[in-house]
């Protein structure tokens, strides 16, 4: 069964720091990582996509993806507490396959 | 619409009714995916289109589930004597396959009760 894990959380980090997120998955084979932001009563919003290893930088936010160790992380730089929400982590196989959604990590900014 | 739309927003039925939910995915967009989300859980794959037909079917939850979809567009998921365990937000999402179907855009969800 391929998988997708994250710590649920909370992880709360003050105002201004840098918020690490980080996802786990089961299949060395994995090809497409993608990150989802998820408000509260709201739908889940694609932030980033990676699909190489190292990082990939998107204004506040950065993607790093290593296939050797089978780990995909999110750093938020400068967090806000409009940043705070749930982060879903998820995992496609190949370009024909679903993608796996991680159960999410929620984020808490304290101002 | 710019959006992925989804009807009705909300629906509240009686056990043992059947309900069906919509699904209107962005314009030329190829894929389209059901999901279900309880509340505090994650998203629970039900099932994805590649234009009108369904590669994989492997979360419906039982019989009760079917979902269609026609003309490559518009998607109805129907449940069939709906349970108070069906009760959940169904969420659509739809993207370019083009892109491996993992960029999806999701709508805002139909909220499913179960009396």
């Known amino acids: 069964q391929k998988e997708v894990e994250q710590n649920s959380g909370p992880l709360s980090v003050p105002e201004g720091a840098i918020a690490s997120l980080n996802c786990t998955y089961s299949d060395r084979v994995s090809q497409s990582f993608f990150w989802y932001r998820q408000y509260s009563g709201k739908s889940p919003e694609l932030i980033m996509s990676i699909y190489s290893n190292g990082d990939k930088e998107d204004g506040r936010f950065t993607a790093q993806l290593n296939k050797a160790s089978q780990y995909v992380s999110l750093l938020i730089r400068d967090s806000q507490p409009s940043d705070s929400a749930t982060y879903l982590c998820?995992?496609?196989?190949?370009?024909?396959?679903?993608?796996?959604f991680g159960s999410g990590t929620r984020l808490s900014i304290r101002p | 619409g710019a959006g992925v739309s989804q009807s009705p927003s909300n629906k509240v039925t009686e056990k043992g009714k059947d309900v069906e939910l919509r699904c209107d995915p962005i314009s030329g967009h190829t894929a389209l995916y059901w999901y279900r989300q309880s509340l505090g859980q994650g998203l629970e794959f039900l099932i994805y289109f590649q234009g009108n037909s369904a590669p994989d079917k492997s979360g419906l939850p039982s019989d009760r589930f079917s979902a269609e979809r026609t003309g490559g567009s518009v998607s109805t998921l129907t449940i069939q004597r709906t349970q108070q365990e069906d009760s959940a937000v169904y969420l659509c999402a739809s993207s370019l396959w083009t892109s491996g179907g993992g960029e999806q855009f999701f709508g805002p969800g139909t909220r499913l009760t179960v009396l």
């Open positions: 998820a995992a496609q196989y190949s370009s024909a396959s679903k993608i796996i």
